[in-house]
């Protein structure tokens, strides 16, 4: 074993940790070598996401002491930061030990003198975001691995303005724990006093800002009636989207009651992801036996959502997540503009990955539309930029996350899910489906057709294999894929705009990130990220073409396919 790893290893068996700590690393040496070294080979570390791993013991794994150490470091930070009374929200999801790490975190902040506000059970990511702002704090944890597999947990740290920790924060919060050179350092408990429960009274003001959000409650009045299945996939979503949908004045609301109770085994779907057609199943299957008008789904921390709706032979389909944001931000756009509460300073915002549908419908209506990096941490740093000079109207990312309104700065599946159960009363009142929608706005606009694929590699020389993979991208681009010439090389971690033909270097005015995006001549995109949560490398690809009428989207949609094929086997990436 490397002599850095066996000391990190050392240090735990000699440590002042509790014996069951010992006794599983103990289990470790004697029965699976890799894993032990997988445990302890880094530390980790914040990514696009916060803090996410596998549970268990080591200094590679969340459990009371990575939690507690990054509590410390967070700490140590906030109140170097800021003066006076700090004061920060810590809610949690249904995952197994969420709780417990929720509980863990509570407890250091307040033996360091911040005062906390606990929720008293689990609650949405998205309410957390609310709370921060609502209370006037200076932060906030959520216990919560997302969408990820059951044996994830994670630590998704807020800043004082809702949003997930930005530059240069997130890195210093990171310096302060690479201080903590014991878990003797770490204040564990004594500051009891300062926490106090929360529940109830939150969750009726976030649903009173949700029901705001609502373009046409006139319309809904009349479709009150609009069948709706929901499944909150085990997660924290039943805690407030029924109560959402009530409060909005949808009446027919069908929970997938199989799914309805929290359970951070997840005993019904493989992952507890709605981009996870698996995950949906149960859900199509109600809907189709209810010959519903749309189906919806949220992930463990209800801040992505899944949909499903009927196509015009009447067959359910899911949704992808650019299709889901086509028509979430065109139905505020227009709606707004119908309505007349549209302004001259509207301006929507989306990620480098996301459809550049949007982009072109945001031309056509006049809006302004942003891209940022991955990561709903940089939409909400946009509308803080742009605060009293911009007025944000809609956020989101192709991975089924959305954001309405500035009063949540993360991505928010309860109030998408009343969105998008609006947009559909609104199509059906004019006799119309969400399917019909987005075909129309293919042919308006033209038609996009997006698909991701993610390489995983898993362990230390997983990480390694991904850095090689992006590095030689960036030192040989391709000169063609799929026959088309690379016009562009954009190069985020270089922050460099290269037009291939002339050389020329134009600067991209974003974060550091390492992100490369090829831009052919034909319009076609491909990105290449590695995750900021996980031991993977994704793919993002993307093409178009012109939609000249409604008949001729399957064969179009076929030759776009077909294309994304050609791509993916060009870039021997399959």
């Known amino acids: 074993m490397d002599p850095v790893i066996q000391e990190k290893v050392n240090e735990w068996l000699q440590g002042n940790y509790d014996p069951a700590t010992k006794e599983a690393i103990t289990k470790l040496q004697q029965e699976n070598g890799e894993e032990l070294i997988d445990s302890f080979y880094r530390s980790l570390e914040f990514g696009t996401g916060g803090l996410r791993g596998v549970m268990g013991v080591g200094t590679n794994r969340m459990n009371k002491y990575t939690v507690g150490?990054?509590?410390?470091?967070f700490a140590n930070y906030m109140k170097d930061q800021f003066e006076g009374e700090i004061k920060v929200v810590v809610t949690h999801d249904s995952r197994n030990n969420s709780r417990f790490f929720a509980e863990t975190t509570a407890n250091v902040f307040a033996a360091n003198g911040i005062k906390v506000f606990l929720f008293e059970s689990l609650r949405p990511t998205p309410e957390l975001s609310f709370a921060i702002r609502h209370l006037d704090c200076n932060g906030g944890v959520n216990c919560t691995a997302?969408?990820?597999?059951?044996?994830?947990?994670?630590?998704k740290?807020?800043?004082?303005?809702?949003?997930?920790?930005v530059p240069p924060h997130d890195k210093n919060v990171i310096k302060e724990v690479e201080k903590i050179l014991s878990i003797d350092d770490v204040k564990w408990e004594g500051g009891e006093q300062h926490i106090t429960l929360i529940g109830a009274e939150i969750d009726k003001a976030y649903i009173e800002m949700v029901k705001g959000l609502s373009v046409y409650p006139e319309v809904i009045e009349r479709q009150k009636d609009l069948k709706i299945v929901y499944t909150p996939i085990h997660g924290s979503g039943i805690t407030l989207v029924p109560q959402v949908l009530e409060a909005f004045g949808f009446t027919n609301v069908n929970i997938v009651e199989e799914q309805a109770t929290p359970d951070g085994d997840f005993p019904t779907v493989p992952y507890p992801n709605p981009e996870e057609s698996a995950a949906m199943n149960m859900g199509l299957q109600k809907a189709r036996e209810l010959d519903a008008d749309i189906l919806l789904g949220t992930d463990p921390d209800a801040d992505r959502v899944g949909i499903g709706i009927k196509d015009r032979q009447g067959n359910w389909i899911l949704m992808n997540g650019n299709q889901t944001a086509v028509l979430a931000f065109n139905y505020m756009v227009e709606a707004r503009k119908k309505k007349n509460i549209a302004t001259p300073h509207d301006m929507i915002v989306k990620t480098i990955v996301t459809t550049d549908l949007i982009d072109e419908f945001a031309k056509a209506n006049n809006i302004s539309c942003y891209n940022v990096l991955t990561g709903f941490k940089y939409i909400a740093e946009l509308i803080r930029e742009k605060e009293g000079k911009e007025n944000f109207v809609i956020g989101g990312e192709e991975s089924y996350g959305m954001m309405i309104g500035d009063q949540v700065r993360d991505k928010d599946a309860v109030?998408?899910?009343?969105l998008l159960c609006e947009m559909a009363a609104y199509e059906k009142d004019g006799g119309r489906t969400l399917y019909d929608k987005l075909?129309?706005?293919?042919?308006?606009y033209g038609l996009y057709k997006e698909h991701l694929i993610s390489i995983t590699k898993k362990g230390m020389n997983g990480q390694k294999e991904i850095a090689e993979m992006m590095?030689?991208?960036?030192?040989h681009p391709p000169a063609t894929i799929n026959g088309s010439p690379v016009k562009k090389l954009l190069d985020y971690e270089l922050q460099v705009d290269r037009d291939i033909a002339s050389g020329n270097l134009t600067d991209i005015n974003l974060p550091k990130s390492n992100v490369l995006q090829f831009i052919l001549e034909d319009g076609s995109?491909?990105?290449?990220?590695?995750?900021?949560t996980e031991p993977k490398i994704k793919f993002y690809f993307s093409v178009n073409s012109k939609l000249e009428k409604a008949?001729?989207?399957e064969t179009a949609i076929a030759a776009l396919d077909e294309k994304i094929k050609g791509i993916i086997s060009d870039m021997h990436l399959q």
């Not at 740290?157 to 920790?165: C, P, R, V």
Request: neutral net charge.
């Open 525 to 532: 995109k491909i990105s290449a990220r590695p995750s900021g």
């Open 471 to 475: 590095e030689n991208f960036r030192k």
């Open 146 to 155: 997302s969408h990820n597999p059951k044996e994830y947990n994670g630590y």
């Open 157 to 165: 740290a807020y800043w004082a303005d809702g949003g997930q920790l």
């Open 551 to 553: 008949a001729d989207f």
């Open 69 to 73: 150490m990054a509590t410390q470091g």
């Open 439 to 444: 075909i129309d706005l293919y042919v308006q």
């Open 415 to 418: 109030s998408a899910v009343a």
